[in-house]
């Protein structure tokens, strides 16, 4: 058994550095008046680098390592494991529990 303290934690650090940058950005001082533009433009920036990674690995899946969208699902319905994890009975909930996750989802946005 390993003995992992919290400090240890991938995520405790994340957050910590995430804090700081923050603070870094001007949000130090609350009023309901006050813009941050430093902050937000940091945001869009941040959500404009994730949006064109997503896009890259798409497309480097889809057309890289696979010959096209053709090809990837007919490797995927090659293996019957694939097709087996991809339905709805197997998610906790059925379909009830699937929307309930993508209303949470879409809710958290």
């Known amino acids: 058994m390993v003995d992992e303290h919290f ?18 950005f001007g949000t130090r001082h609350l009023d309901a008046s006050e813009r941050h533009e430093g902050m937000v433009a940091a945001i869009a920036l941040e959500s404009i680098v994730k949006l064109v990674a997503f896009m890259a690995v798409g497309v480097f899946v889809v057309f890289v390592m ?44």
Request: hydrophobic share 65%; net charge negative; glycine share 8%.
């Open 7 to 24: 400090w240890m934690d991938k995520s405790l650090w994340v957050a910590l550095v995430l804090a700081v940058f923050i603070i870094l």
């Open 66 to 109: 696979f010959e096209g969208p053709a090809a990837l699902f007919e490797q995927v319905a090659a293996t019957p494991a694939l097709i087996d994890s991809m339905r709805l009975d197997r998610v906790p909930g059925g379909v009830t529990g699937w929307v309930g996750m993508l209303v949470l989802a879409f809710l958290a946005f």
